[in-house]
């Protein structure tokens, strides 16, 4: 399967094509019988993840999103009807960078017209709370660019990204961790009957964003929220089951999970994080969409499970 080169197919510009969630926007797009040409944006085109969408016919361009480079940024967005932005605070966790990041693809969105501006927006958990939860950085940075957004009179779609369900295993400090007895621990400063909207990000991501672009209920205007809502509990207890390991989901206080938190600069952030699940609601107040928009059935947190096993887990888990 490849993209279209037909000049009448709507040109969908995406930035992060190399990442989980652009990447999964183009395949998303690839998997609809719509045609689609699409422009994949990355700092180098050579990468082996840019390299396997130029075989399926994405036009890769080189840019850096980055304040300085607002003509670059214009000059990769030129004639894109849709543009799906995404901004990586986990590259640099610097609240003030994403947000100029986010502001510059707005602006560059705005200037050559789009006729759709897909953000990938999280919660403003600061606002949400007044205040009482003031640390979620890269939480209230998506809400600010996305109150940016607004103002300018774009035409937006958020499509909100749900917990990766790979934030379980890796990729994040508060993963599952090895106990010396041959169990696993997952620790985290919130109750465990606190739900997160799970998602596989890699595969299901692009499906919301599919629906944003192509369901006619949805496009300017609305909102999407991916992911399926589960407990901690049942995180844990369904991956105790399929795996048929000792796997132990508890609560603990914050004070020593902020003492003991592997890379400081995050601990308050993440602490903060995990109150504003408990007592917010990963979206607030708001439900996830509902999977009737979705072009196939996402996969449950089971069918993730049996998908990828390594020894029972999908990739080696470290020691704590
Ligand atoms: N972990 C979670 O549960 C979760 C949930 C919701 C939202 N998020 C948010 O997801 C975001 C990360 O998205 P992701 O998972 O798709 O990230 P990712 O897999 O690390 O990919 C990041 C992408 O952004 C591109 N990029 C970053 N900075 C850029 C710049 N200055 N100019 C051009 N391209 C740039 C990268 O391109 P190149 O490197 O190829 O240039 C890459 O394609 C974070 O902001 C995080 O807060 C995470």
Redesign the pocket.
């Known amino acids: 399967m490849t993209f279209s080169t037909e000049t009448s197919a709507p040109l969908v510009v995406i930035?992060?094509?190399?990442?989980?969630?652009?990447g999964s926007v183009a395949r998303a797009l690839l998997e609809s019988v719509k045609p689609y040409r699409i422009r994949g944006?990355?700092?180098?085109i050579t990468?082996p993840?840019?390299q396997k969408f130029a075989i399926a016919g994405v036009q890769l361009v080189a840019?850096?999103?980055?304040v300085g480079n607002e003509d670059g940024a214009r000059a990769a967005f030129a004639g894109a009807d849709v543009v799906f932005a995404?901004?990586?605070?986990?590259?640099h966790i610097d609240k003030e960078r994403?947000v100029a990041?986010g502001k510059l693809m707005v602006d560059a969105a705005k200037a050559v017209d789009v006729k759709l501006f897909i953000w990938?927006a999280?919660e403003p958990f600061g606002t949400l709370s007044q205040g009482r939860i003031p640390d979620v950085l890269?939480f209230d940075s998506k809400a600010e660019i996305t109150a940016y957004a607004k103002s300018s009179g774009i035409p937006l779609a958020i499509v909100q990204?749900?917990?990766?369900a790979t934030?379980i295993f890796d990729?994040?400090p508060y993963s599952l961790k090895a106990q010396p007895d041959g169990s696993f621990a997952y620790r985290l400063p919130m109750a465990g009957t606190t739900r997160v909207p799970l998602i596989d990000?890699e595969v299901d991501y692009g499906l919301y964003v599919r629906a944003a672009i192509e369901l006619p209920a949805l496009g300017a205007g609305s909102e999407v929220l991916s992911g399926r809502l589960i407990s901690l509990n049942e995180i844990i207890a369904d991956l105790a089951e399929v795996t048929g390991k000792e796997i132990v989901y508890s609560q603990i206080d914050r004070a020593p999970f902020v003492e003991a938190f592997p890379f400081q600069p995050l601990a308050l952030t993440i602490a903060d994080m995990c109150q504003a699940y408990e007592e917010i609601g990963y979206y607030g107040s708001k439900l996830p969409s509902s999977e009737d928009i979705l072009a196939r059935k996402p996969k449950s947190w089971r069918e993730f499970l049996k998908a990828t096993p390594k020894d029972g887990f999908p990739v080696e888990i470290r020691p704590a």
Request: proline fraction near 0%; avoid cysteine; glycine fraction near 14%.
């Open positions: 930035a992060g094509i190399t990442g989980k969630q652009g944006l990355t700092r180098d990468k993840a840019a840019v850096a999103l980055t995404v901004t990586n605070f986990n590259e994403e990041e990938s999280l890269f990204a749900g917990y990766y934030n990729g994040v990000v």
